[in-house]
């Protein structure tokens, strides 16, 4: 089963993976407590299918009680330069690494499928595959299996490739032999905590949802809290900042191959071009994007808070466009942006805008960008 073991990794290699670890269904005790804390304090947010069946998420056997070896797999994304320097250009789209290419589920999933299919012909048995699609808590069984450790940031952390790594899970029926577990080498650095934006650690190893900018600008499905908007600058799709400062990333080699490859359109992408998509050609734009995910409407509510951080009243004339939209949450944002940008316009134009307003949050949106405008 020893050599089994070593045919698998290097099976993993050749398709891609970096880092390889296999753990028992019983390996994490204390993620359905750790769960079960999250849940109650509301961190969760918005993400109500996290409190559904939380049992599952804590327990793999629950989820599917054949499984005896939990298969942890990891693929290095790390970035060739660093991801924080869009943060100064003001009028560009900071997009998250691993958004600026293709899905990561479609491409990781495809690899998986090709291993667990290798596993099973010189094996046998039964297996499934997952990439974050179903109830699995792929980064504490990714550190029981020894793939890494979870950082204070509570994402998995390598001592090969720092904070840069997709995980995939291949569940088997075989009783394959465990991996030991990584440690935790983050000691007494708290770089990840203090690089956070929004303040969303309440403590190390613990995220408050609610304010961290990943949440908000992709699971996030309403207005975003009025004191948090000046705080997210620039970034419009995920947040790599405390990823981006982990000092585990020198380790890391930048390990893009051609299919994870960031897209030139989406790696500084200006937000003038961005705001105007409508929801046809927000469907062009990201037909292969994870982006795809958060809909029009969502993404050009962050657009527009972005343009309202932008400092550039150039932009102005593309928020006030977007004061008639459709969507009620495009409308809100908008408000803001342009009260951000131009408050002695957005003065003169306010009735006309809220006599035929007749949603209750964007007319809110208007009461308060005019009271600030005052």
């Not at 409508?278 to 029009?296: C, E, H, N, Q």
Request: proline share 6%; aromatic share 6%; hydrophobic share 45%.
């Amino acid at each position: 089963m020893t050599d089994l073991s070593a045919a698998l990794g290097a099976t993993a290699r050749a398709h891609g993976f970096d880092l390889m670890g296999i753990a028992a269904p019983d390996a994490i005790p204390e993620a359905a407590p750790r769960l079960s804390a999250f849940l109650a304090e509301g961190q969760h947010g918005d993400m109500e299918w996290l409190a559904r069946s939380p049992d599952r998420r804590g327990d793999p056997s629950i989820l599917w009680p054949e499984v005896r070896s939990v298969v942890m797999l990891g693929l290095n994304y790390g970035p060739a330069q660093d991801p924080l320097q869009i943060l100064e250009q003001r009028q560009r789209a900071a997009i998250s690494v691993y958004a600026q290419g293709d899905d990561y589920h479609d491409v990781i999933k495809s690899r998986l499928k090709a291993v667990a299919r290798w596993l099973v012909q010189q094996a046998g048995g039964d297996v499934k595959v997952f990439v974050d699609t179903a109830a699995v808590m792929e980064k504490p069984l990714a550190a029981a299996a020894g793939v890494g450790w979870q950082g204070k940031h509570t994402n998995l952390v390598s001592r090969r490739f720092g904070s840069w790594l997709f995980l995939g899970a291949i569940f088997t029926t075989l009783a394959l032999p465990r991996t030991r577990p990584e440690a935790d080498h983050c000691g007494s650095c708290r770089a990840c905590l203090d690089a956070c934006p929004t303040a969303a650690f309440p403590a190390p190893y613990r995220l408050d949802a609610r304010r961290c900018i990943s949440y908000l600008t992709i699971e996030h499905k309403g207005p975003i809290a009025r004191d948090l908007r000046p705080l997210m600058g620039n970034r419009i799709y995920g947040c790599d900042d405390c990823l981006a400062v982990c000092p585990w990333n020198k380790f890391a080699r930048a390990g893009r191959e051609a299919k994870l490859a960031a897209r030139a359109d989406l790696r500084e992408p200006r937000l003038a071009d961005l705001v105007r998509l409508d929801d046809a050609a927000f469907r062009a734009l990201f037909a292969k994007s994870p982006v795809k995910r958060t809909g029009r409407d969502r993404f050009v509510r962050n657009v527009l808070i972005a343009i309202g951080n932008s400092g550039d009243a150039a932009l102005a004339e593309a928020a006030e466009l977007l004061l008639a939209d459709a969507s009620p949450l495009v409308r809100g944002a908008a408000i803001w942006a342009l009260g951000r940008l131009a408050p002695s316009r957005l003065a003169r134009i306010a009735d006309r805008y809220r006599r035929r307003e007749t949603d209750p949050a964007v007319i809110e949106e208007w009461t308060a960008a005019v009271a600030a405008a005052a």
